[in-house]
């Protein structure tokens, strides 16, 4: 697959290539997006580089406590909008923004005023939630591109076993009242998706979980393997094989002509429709905590000794040191990478 397929692959994933995508990409944010190929390909790292993806922690803590992430766990904090402000401004030639980590976005009072600012400077702007506490018509009026709901099961006392502390119907109720804004006010945005996290016990709902978001008015869905986290109560018998990836990706010939579906999986026995060169993420991506300290990626977010630094005491030695990390990444990539469903070599 040659560098231009690799990159379609990725942002068609994402954006479909709409002329949204392209009004995003200013001058600056062309540049650092063909620094971020190249060092993703190739290995070529500018000093000039930086993430192509940014995901912030809004929040900390959950009003859910799912069996399968920690975010329930952590004690609640907020950013506030200047400080989410700034981290924007000093990233202005990124071109994703991804407001969340492991947590619920939406519990934060201020995350309205931070997607309105987000679209406001030409960010390509994702945003996953629970759809426990949204407020419909806020959400919409935000513009920003995709807010994708996350749903694992149709049947409300399995998705409140999955789920703790949540209400399927309650869920149901906010996408379809958000759905519902968008075509009184014959918006495009923002994309209103669903995420399902596919195990291995629940691999014969992806039929039902589907045809839910159809009845909604859902047109485009993600399946995505579970990954098995320390910390969590998951079972390990419960990361789906081989036939839960395929099973997933039957549901995407068998729903073709009626949604988008797109098979995400994070083992090596059965690749889905993501795209990964040496751990793409490593990459293109950062995330940043609510204190300003930054990870290489999601698995290692909040272990101190994994942090690049902090940006807001030191930015200049932050980024060098994330540089750094992706000039060894190719040939001597940390054993904690190598352990991680994320890294893939063989593409």
């Known amino acids: 697959m040659n560098l231009w397929k690799r990159a379609e692959k990725f942002f068609s994933i994402k954006n479909n290539f709409d002329i949204r995508f392209f009004r995003s990409l ?4 062309f540049a650092n997006l ?4 190249i060092a993703s390909n190739f290995g070529w790292v500018s000093e000039k580089l930086l993430p192509l993806s940014i995901f912030i922690e809004t929040t900390k803590g959950c009003n859910f406590d799912c069996i399968f992430c920690l975010g329930g766990k952590d004690p609640k904090a907020f950013m506030n909008f200047e400080i989410y ?3 924007l ?10 407001p969340y980590v492991q947590a619920e976005p939406l519990l934060n009072k201020e995350i309205y005023t931070m997607l309105n600012y987000s679209v406001s400077k030409g960010f390509i702007t994702n945003l996953s939630s629970n759809f426990s506490v949204v407020d419909p018509w806020k959400l919409v009026i935000t513009g920003v591109d995709e807010v994708s709901a996350s749903v694992d099961s149709a049947d409300p006392e399995k998705f409140r076993a999955l789920r703790r502390n949540g209400n399927l119907d309650k869920v149901i109720d906010n996408i379809r009242k958000t759905i519902e804004i968008k075509a009184k006010l014959k918006v495009r945005y923002p994309v209103i998706s669903m995420t399902t996290i ?4 629940k691999e014969d709902e992806l039929d039902q979980i589907l045809n839910l978001g159809l009845s909604l008015g859902i047109k485009k869905f993600y399946l995505q393997t579970l990954i098995f986290r320390n910390g969590t109560e998951i079972s390990p ?5 081989i036939e839960a990836v395929r099973r997933a990706k039957m549901m995407k010939r068998k729903y073709k002509n009626r949604a988008k579906v797109y098979v995400i999986s994070y ?4 690749n889905g429709d993501e795209i990964y060169k040496y751990c793409f993420w490593a990459y293109i991506s950062l995330v940043i905590g609510i204190d300003g300290d930054v990870y ?15 940006i807001f005491e030191d930015f200049d030695g932050t980024m060098k040191k994330r540089r750094e990390f992706i000039k060894r990444f190719r040939i001597y990539p940390p054993e904690f990478c190598k352990n991680c469903n994320f890294y893939k070599k063989g593409l």
């Open 198 to 201: 596919v195990m291995k016990q």
């Open 26 to 29: 200013k001058k600056e944010r």
């Open 267 to 270: 083992y090596d026995f059965e």
């Open 89 to 98: 401004d000093i990233f202005d030639s990124s071109l994703f923004v991804f």
């Open 34 to 37: 063909i620094l971020n190929v």
């Open 85 to 87: 402000k700034r981290i």
């Open 237 to 241: 018998t419960s990361i789906p094989d």
């Open 296 to 310: 290489p990626c999601c698995m290692l977010f909040d272990q101190k000794d994994k942090s690049f630094g902090n």
